[in-house]
């Protein structure tokens, strides 16, 4: 009997940012004088070395790094979609590390799609045959993927271990999110509610109950609808890899 084989997908977006970032140095030269340096070198080393220590603590054979794509689909629904981030600079090796990262290890990325979406995808891929016994976990410390039923590790919290995330459970999360919104990434959800009322108000996992919700505040199910869309993390069946198509969630899908 074929062993079974566990699969990391690692989000090489905040790990390529945070090794980065650690390896910044600011220097003083005098006179006024300052310079900002990275150690490129250092940051694929660090790189190195997380991944081999979460493949060995999470006992995997493989790992994938997902990567965000040149566009965004998001954008097409929303366009001041993370606009809050233009203009802000990425660590000076940044782009050196990724590239580090793509020649040097199995990666998945697709033009229009975020490394979240890639994770998500690769996650709920259906299993068959000999390879139903394989096993994926997203690793990642993005609350993001806890819409996503699978597997999934957080190495900002190693403490939790391997959680297991049923499909109505990350059903649940998804309207969490369209009600309340995410700052970081720059859709504003339903106004004045954070995750907690968010939670009081979905006493069941009913499309309805996030339409009252912004139909209370003046909005509307339309504005509604555009918040959960930009709020979800693709599935499988909802995205078409040959033609680069997105299938925007529709709620008759609960």
């Not at 490129?40 to 999470?58: H, T």
């Not at 990642?140 to 403490?159: C, E, F, I, Q, W």
């Not at 271990?161 to 919104?181: C, D, F, P, T, V």
């Amino acid at each position: 009997m074929r062993k079974p084989t566990r699969t990391l997908l690692i989000d090489g977006d905040i790990l390529i940012y945070h090794e980065a970032a650690a390896v910044e140095e600011v220097f003083d030269w005098g006179d006024d004088w300052w310079t900002l340096h990275g150690d490129a070198s250092e940051a694929k080393e660090r790189v190195d070395v997380w991944l081999e220590e979460v493949a060995s603590l999470l006992e995997a054979e493989k790992t994938i790094v997902t990567l965000t794509g040149r566009m965004n689909w998001r954008k097409d629904v929303l366009p001041t979609y993370k606009a809050n981030r233009k203009g802000k600079r990425k660590p000076v090796v940044y782009t050196e590390l990724r590239r580090y990262v793509t020649a040097t290890y199995k990666t998945a990325c697709y033009d229009t799609l975020e490394a979240d979406d890639v994770m998500g995808i690769l996650a709920t891929h259906p299993v068959e045959g000999d390879n139903r016994s394989n096993e994926t976990i997203i690793v990642s410390a993005d609350k993001d993927m806890r819409t996503v039923p699978g597997k999934l590790y957080n190495p900002n919290r190693p403490d939790e271990g391997i959680q297991k995330i049923s499909e109505e459970e990350a059903n649940r999360n998804h309207l969490i999110q369209a009600l309340s919104g995410d700052s970081v990434d720059g859709y504003s959800g339903c106004p004045r509610i954070g995750p907690k009322t968010a939670d009081k108000i979905l006493t069941s996992n009913d499309w309805s109950l996030v339409v009252a919700a912004y139909e209370k505040a003046g909005l509307t199910e339309d504005d509604a609808l555009v918040q959960a869309r930009v709020a979800r993390i693709l599935r499988y069946n909802e995205f078409n890899p040959k033609a680069q198509e997105v299938k925007l969630w529709d709620p008759k899908c609960l």
